[in-house]
Nanobody, 122 residues
Framework: VQLQASGGGLVQAGDSLRLSCAAS????????MGWFRQAPGKEREFVAG????????SYADSVKDRFTISRDNAKNTAYLQMNSLKPEDAAVYYC????????????????WGQGTVVTVSS
């Protein structure tokens, strides 16, 4: 099983980024997907989640209306479109797969990617 997150980088406040998570080694379409982030010295926190068929999404209040999670089951890839980025969005972003429900609890996820770094300058 492999989850390869990519798309991070250094941007200015107000800019946009799109993160991708390419999955392999398991049945991608059977798993819910989530994005989490972890800033230095902070706990890992839920950012967004999407159901296995893409019909249900969930967001942290801090990113609602700015971030959009999506997936393409034909490409075994999940995405996180991040708009209007703020310095407080800077973190390592991780994608994860869950066989259970779309959960905000990181312990509910079965597989994890290696993370991609997002840096936002003010």
């Amino acid at each position: 099983v492999q989850l390869q997150a990519s798309g991070g980088g250094l941007v200015q406040a107000g800019d946009s980024l799109r993160l991708s998570c390419a999955a392999s080694g398991y049945t991608f379409s059977a798993y819910n997907m989530g994005w989490f982030r972890q800033a230095p010295g902070k706990e890992r926190e839920f950012v967004a989640g999407i159901s296995w068929i893409g019909g249900s999404t969930s967001y942290a209040d801090s990113v609602k209306d700015r971030f959009t999670i999506s997936r393409d089951n034909a490409k075994n890839t999940a995405y996180l479109q991040m708009n209007s980025l703020k310095p407080e969005d800077a973190a390592v972003y991780y994608c994860a797969a869950s066989r259970g429900s779309v959960s905000k609890n990181y312990q509910s996820y079965d597989y994890w990617g290696q993370g991609t770094v997002v840096t936002v300058s003010s």
